[in-house]
């Protein structure tokens, strides 16, 4: 009963091949997704390993004990008072002014939509990269977090599967 109105498909002309090329080209089409979800899991694994935890520091008040996580709000921005939990001597990651101390907080950045603290947010935070969701906010946040070159990653996975997507889908 349920498959009744798709006997009315064969009266139209041309639909049978149409049918038969989807399906037809639909293994390729499965084959080119596989690799786009390898190369994006890799990149998510990788991520995982290297960012994990990083971005959960914040700068706190030496003598309230409170987080300093005033924004500066712009029209979809939201850059946290980040800082580097590691060592706090190298110039180039980011530290906290005189009076605060960089210290763990409970959420990761952009209400925790940024997060490589488990594979699966490591996933989610990748598939944001590749298909351009705020894909340069995500690079910032880990920026701030780790090293100002952590850029390399971000482009090197935007840019190889952004050329695979449209190669591959002409």
């Known amino acids: 009963r349920l498959l009744r109105p798709l006997r009315t498909l064969r009266f139209i002309p041309g639909m049978k091949t149409l049918i038969g090329t989807i399906l037809h080209s639909s293994d390729h089409t499965f084959s080119i997704l596989y690799v786009i979800f390898m190369l994006v899991f890799v990149c998510a694994s990788f991520a995982y390993v290297y960012w994990n935890g990083q971005l959960s520091y914040r700068c706190m008040n030496v003598e309230t004990g409170v987080f300093h996580t005033a924004t500066v709000t712009g029209d979809f921005l939201s850059m946290e008072n980040m ?81 695979a997507l449209v190669n591959l889908f002409p």
């Not at 351009?132 to 906010?137: G, I, K, S, V």
Request: glycine share 8%; charged share 20%.
């Open 83 to 163: 800082c580097f939990g590691g060592n706090p001597g190298n110039d180039d990651r980011r530290g906290c002014r005189h009076g605060y101390v960089c210290a763990m907080y409970d959420h990761t950045p952009n209400d925790e939509t940024v997060s490589f603290d488990d594979i699966w947010n490591s996933l989610c935070s990748s598939f944001r990269v590749v298909f351009r969701d705020q894909w340069m906010l995500t690079m910032w946040f880990v920026q701030d977090g780790t090293h100002k070159s952590m850029w390399g990653p971000f482009f090197a996975l935007f840019f190889i599967a952004n050329f």
